[in-house]
C-alpha cells in the first residue's frame, strides 16, 4: 500500500542543523521527493532522489535514504529563519509520476 | 519561462454552486497532475491527464468532480453542486513528455472556501 509518514513539527534554533524524517511503506518506489511549501503559497522542488541511491547532497541540503528501512531524511545545515516551511516527504511509484505526500513537517527556526 | 500556472487563486463558493479552476502547464510540458490539500494535511492525488486524455482518475471522487485538458487551452477541474467539505486548496503540477521519470513542477494553488 502507499502511506508515507512524518512527524508533524520540528523547532530549530538558528544555525544549528535539522533534521526531518520520513518512512514509507511502498518498496517499489522508484523517486523519493522533498517539498517545500511557505506558507499561502505552492510547493517547491527541493530535491529528489533515485531509489538505487543511499545519499545526495546539495549545497545546504543532505538526503539519506535507507531502502531496507524504508526511511528518508533531509538534512539541512546552517538553518536559516527563511527556512520555516511546512516540508512534505513524497514518494512516486511505478511507470509515470503519481506521486504520494507525506502530511508534512512544520519547521519552526527560532533566531 | 513562466510556471505553472493557476487561477483564480482564491475561490469562494455557496454550496450548490460549481467551482472551475484553470491550470496552465509550463510551456513544453504536455502532463499535468491536480491534487487537492485539506485543512492541515498532506497533498491528495487526484487525476493525472494529458492532453484530451485522462491517464489515471483512481483519487477523483466519483460523483460532482471532473477534469479535462484539451488540445488548446488550460487543464480545467470542474466541481459542481460544491459542499462545505470541498473547501480545500487545489493544487496543479505538470511535468514535460519526455522521459519517465520527469519531476513535477507545482503552480501556486486555488484556495476554494464554499460558505
Known amino acids: 500500500g502507499e502511506d508515507v509518514e512524518q512527524s508533524l513539527f520540528l523547532s530549530v534554533r538558528e544555525g544549528d542543523s535539522s533534521v526531518i524524517n520520513c518512512t514509507y511503506t511502498d518498496s517499489s518506489s522508484t523517486y523519493l521527493y522533498w517539498y517545500k511549501q511557505e506558507p499561502g503559497a505552492g510547493l517547491q522542488l527541493l530535491t529528489y532522489i533515485f531509489s538505487n541511491m543511499d545519499m545526495k547532497q546539495d549545497q545546504r541540503l543532505t538526503v539519506l535514504l535507507n531502502k531496507k528501512d524504508k526511511h528518508l531524511s533531509l538534512r539541512i545545515a546552517d538553518t536559516q529563519t527563511g527556512d520555516s516551511a511546512i516540508y512534505f516527504c513524497a514518494e512516486s511509484i511505478g511507470g509515470y509520476q503519481k506521486v504520494t505526500f507525506g502530511t508534512g513537517t512544520k519547521l519552526q527556526v527560532i533566531p | 519561462n513562466a510556471g505553472v500556472m493557476q487561477n483564480p487563486r482564491h475561490l469562494v463558493r455557496r454550496r450548490g454552486q460549481e467551482a472551475r479552476l484553470r491550470c496552465s502547464p509550463m510551456k513544453g510540458h504536455s502532463h499535468v497532475y491536480w491534487y487537492r490539500q485539506l485543512p492541515e494535511e498532506g497533498l491528495k492525488f487526484m487525476v493525472y491527464l494529458q492532453k484530451e486524455n485522462i491517464i489515471d482518475e483512481s483519487g477523483m471522487p466519483k460523483e460532482r468532480f471532473s477534469a479535462e485538458f484539451p488540445k488548446e487551452g488550460p487543464s480545467i477541474l470542474r466541481i459542481q453542486q460544491v459542499v462545505r467539505g470541498d473547501s480545500a486548496a487545489y493544487f496543479c503540477?505538470?511535468?514535460?513528455?519526455?522521459?519517465?521519470?520527469?519531476?513535477?513542477?507545482f503552480g501556486p494553488g486555488t484556495r476554494l472556501l464554499v460558505l
Open positions: 503540477a505538470s511535468s514535460p513528455p519526455t522521459g519517465a521519470y520527469e519531476t513535477q513542477y
